[in-house]
């Protein structure tokens, strides 16, 4: 009997880690062994983080739905943290509790700008409230620029008009 074709029906493939391949992979020039200040990050309770799974690492390992997500510690252990982070299903938002490794969890830089602003502005109010003056600490939205004039000495106006087409052929 000659070689028997065998038909491979690659249908979508749905495991665990399916189509993770550059979603978990270490960035250029981090790879090899984590490093030790991962280890000794503290994480307390009510902390903002963001869950970026490392591929070096498999235990307490997210899915590949919360890479990237951003979430509050709920819960500490002696390696690992609890995330409450928020997934839609549907129509409705659903509370989801998941337990990393820390590993895989770096606090977060979004909050960072806010409690900048928030610190100015309180140094500004006490600056002001010393000096007997109000102040508005508020954002303000980008204004408009102000009117221009051009003038029009050595700088005659050039009227532009299309070229008209020709075929090359």
């Known amino acids: 009997m000659g070689s028997q074709l065998t038909i491979c029906l690659c249908l979508s493939q749905t495991g665990l880690r399916a189509r993770t391949r550059h979603l978990f992979s270490r ?3 981090t790879k090899g062994p984590v490093r ?3 280890y000794l990050t503290t994480f307390k309770v ?4 963001d869950i970026k799974a490392n591929g070096a690492i498999h235990k307490g ?3 590949k739905y919360y890479h990237g997500k951003t979430g509050v510690v709920y819960n500490v ?3 690992s943290v609890g995330v409450i982070c928020y997934k839609v299903v549907g129509n409705r938002y659903i ?3 998941v337990n990393l490794r820390i590993e895989h969890v770096k606090h977060s830089k979004c909050r960072e700008n806010f409690v900048k602003r928030v610190k100015e502005n309180a140094r500004l109010k006490a600056e002001a409230k ?3 003056n109000t102040i508005d600490v508020r954002r303000k939205a980008a204004e408009p620029k102000g009117p221009r004039y051009v003038s ?3 700088n005659a106006p050039i009227t532009i008009s299309p070229v008209p087409y020709e075929a090359l052929v």
């Open 27 to 29: 960035d250029f020039r």
């Open 36 to 38: 030790l200040s991962t």
């Open 46 to 49: 009510g902390d903002i983080v």
């Open 61 to 63: 390992m997210p899915h």
């Open 77 to 79: 252990t002696k390696s």
């Open 95 to 97: 509370e989801k509790r």
């Open 130 to 132: 010393a000096a007997g």
């Open 152 to 154: 029009t000495i050595r």
